[in-house]
């Protein structure tokens, strides 16, 4: 297992998505209703519903905002919602996942596209960063839950491949297949953590400063604007400074 890492930047600012809160509660919603419709609308016999409602939970959407979204899905009410992965290129030669949840796959594809386009990107092929990246399961945990020590004992004894605490929080990394094993496992000690789900963790991160960062910070602030887009990984690394400057 190793220790610490900048996995907070390589995932880009939680914190600019307080100021998105009602964008961000939409993008929740439709990621339980998915989960619901393909599953049980019962979050302890739903691995996917129980880590999209953990997931509201953290960032204080309201019981009724998540009930919503579960009974949309029970009473098929719900649009019906395409997974759809794409790739790209940012400035200073970073590679994107962009993952979506949409009812339209021309409107997004167009809309991502466009995006790339303005900010000094470009969409490339399905495949064609993925390559660079890994897909793991992920839970995070905040700061609060236990000390570093702790978290690395809980994370070892409950299976984990990997660690990662700053003072921002603990990631705990897994195979795709033991992630909600081991989230469940963690549960018990460390309690309910903020989020858990697969991941693209980066191989090779890259070091972007100065104008690209900007424009980089920039790019991904629009597709996380985007009604579709529900997450954006990337495999850059930003200088604690500079992503002050930017926030």
Known sequence: MAGHSKFKNIMYRKGAQDKKRSNLF??????????????????????????AVNAAKAQSMPKDNIQRAIDKASGGEAENYEEIRYEGFGPGGVSLIVEALTDNRNRTVTNVRTIFSKNGGNLGASGSVSHGFDRLGLIEFPASAASADQVFEAAIEAGAEDVESDEGGHEIWTTQESLHEVARALEQSLGAPESTRLAWRPQTPVDVDGAAAEQLVRLIDSLEDDDDVQTVWGNYEIPDEVMEKLA
């Open 26 to 51: 939409s993008k929740l919603s439709r990621e339980i209703t998915v989960a619901a419709r393909m599953g049980t609308p019962d979050p302890d016999m739903n691995a996917r519903l129980r880590a």
